[in-house]
Nanobody
Framework: AHVAESGGGVVQPGGSLRLSCAASGFPFSTYAMTWYRQAPGKERELVARIGSDGDNIFYRDSVTGRFTVSRDNAKNMVYLQMNSLKFEDTAVYYC??????WGRGTQVTVSS
């Protein structure tokens, strides 16, 4: 089983990024998928979750209205569209399928 995140980078405040997560080696379409992030010196925190069928979507309060999670079960992909980025969004972002191995994450840096 494997997940691989991509799409991170350096962006100015107010900018946008789209993160992608490619999954393999497990029945992706049966798993809820969760995006987490971890900033330096802080604990990993849940950012967004999407149910196996694309329903049951949840966002942490601080990203509601700015981030959008989606998935394509035909491609074993999950996405996180991030708009209106803020300094405090700077972190390593991970996608996670419960019980499966963590990926390496992708770095998002919001900097002027």
């Amino acid at each position: 089983a494997h997940v691989a995140e991509s799409g991170g980078g350096v962006v100015q405040p107010g900018g946008s990024l789209r993160l992608s997560c490619a999954a393999s080696g497990f029945p992706f379409s049966t798993y809820a998928m969760t995006w987490y992030r971890q900033a330096p010196g802080k604990e990993r925190e849940l950012v967004a979750r999407i149910g196996s069928d694309g329903d049951n979507i949840f966002y942490r309060d601080s990203v509601t209205g700015r981030f959008t999670v989606s998935r394509d079960n035909a491609k074993n992909m999950v996405y996180l569209q991030m708009n209106s980025l803020k300094f405090e969004d700077t972190a390593v972002y991970y996608c996670y399928a419960g019980g499966q191995p963590w990926g390496r994450g992708t770095q998002v840096t919001v900097s002027s």
